[in-house]
């Protein structure tokens, strides 16, 4: 099973950028499908994006359509998600998560390797 690291949380103002990553070791990282979930405090955990093994698609929540982006280096075994026009809406603890496919994913049941989260923290 593969292992995930994220990196890259912190306070950022609203209108900001960040970007994640999430370094993936233990496995051959090509062959998984990745997505990042977000949960804010007293919420469920939501789905954000997800990317197919070969990067080639994707999807995204409506609500991170046209300001998030999310890409793959295969080569590095590191998925990148890059967070443009922060909103205070967009505040959570960002999760990392692979599953054994080609195909992106949209339900967190289907991932089996989770990374341990990083915050993110946008102030108004």
């Known amino acids: 099973q593969v292992q995930l690291v994220e990196s890259g949380g912190g306070l950022v103002q609203a209108g900001g950028s960040l970007r994640l990553s999430c370094a993936a070791s233990?496995?051959?990282?090509?062959?998984?499908?990745m997505g990042w979930f977000r949960q804010a405090p007293g919420k469920e955990r939501e789905f954000v994006v997800s990317?197919?093994?070969?990067?080639?698609?994707?999807e995204y929540a409506d609500s991170v359509k046209g300001r998030f982006t999310i890409s793959r280096d295969n080569a590095k075994n590191t998925v990148y998600l890059q967070m443009n026009s922060l909103k205070p809406e967009d505040s959570a603890v960002y999760y990392c998560?692979?599953?054994?496919?080609?195909?992106?994913?949209?339900?967190?049941?289907?991932?089996?390797?989770w990374g341990q989260g990083t915050l993110v923290t946008v102030s108004s």
């Open positions: 998560a692979a599953y054994s496919g080609s195909a992106y994913a949209m339900r967190s049941n289907i991932f089996d390797a």
């Open positions: 990317i197919s093994w070969s990067g080639g698609s994707t």
């Open positions: 233990g496995r051959t990282f090509r062959g998984y499908a």
